[in-house]
């Protein structure tokens, strides 16, 4: 015969008794919330810090190139003149333009301003469209420069 004493003992939480699995709550996912653009932005600035750690790789390889000299330089320029080159390059430039603006994004909403959803996705839509016409911009310029 068990006594009061024996039973708490192998009561569990919320009286589950020992053996038995209490099912745990599910914390919220994206099963659960509508994809926003502030969320497509938030992912967006972490893949971007990832990108312009692998673009500055690349940038680091170019001036070495550079440094060795016209016979080390010479097809690493070919390959970053060639359409996969230039798509690389514009990518590296958008993540870089992307990144910034996202940054300055978080200190906006650090002041605790711009929180109220509608300006948030007017803020996350701003730095989408501003971040390609910066990034434009500066492939305009690039390729200007380069034909001087």
Same mark, same amino acid.
């Given at each position: 015969?068990?006594? *009061? ?6 009561? *569990? ?7 038995? %699995? ?9 099963? &659960? ?12 600035? %972490? ?9 500055? &790789? ?77 990034? *434009? ?12």
């Amino acid at each position: 015969m068990t006594t *009061g004493a024996d039973h708490a003992a192998k009561v *569990g939480p919320a009286g589950t008794t020992h053996g038995e %699995r209490q099912a745990m709550p599910l914390s919220p996912h994206l099963q &659960v919330w509508k994809f926003t653009v502030t969320m497509a932005a938030s992912i967006t600035q %972490r893949a971007t810090g990832i990108a312009n750690v692998s673009g500055t &790789v690349l940038l680091a390889a170019w001036a070495f190139s550079v440094a060795r000299g016209p016979e080390s330089f010479g097809p690493f320029a070919k390959f970053l003149t060639s359409p996969l080159g230039m798509i690389i390059l514009f990518g590296y430039v958008w993540s870089l333009c992307f990144h910034m603006l996202g940054g300055l994004r978080y200190l906006y909403t650090d002041t605790g301003r711009g929180l109220v959803p509608a300006t948030a996705s007017r803020v996350a839509w701003f730095v989408y469209i501003a971040s390609f016409v910066l990034a *434009g911009l500066i492939a305009l310029g690039a390729t200007a420069a380069r034909g001087a």
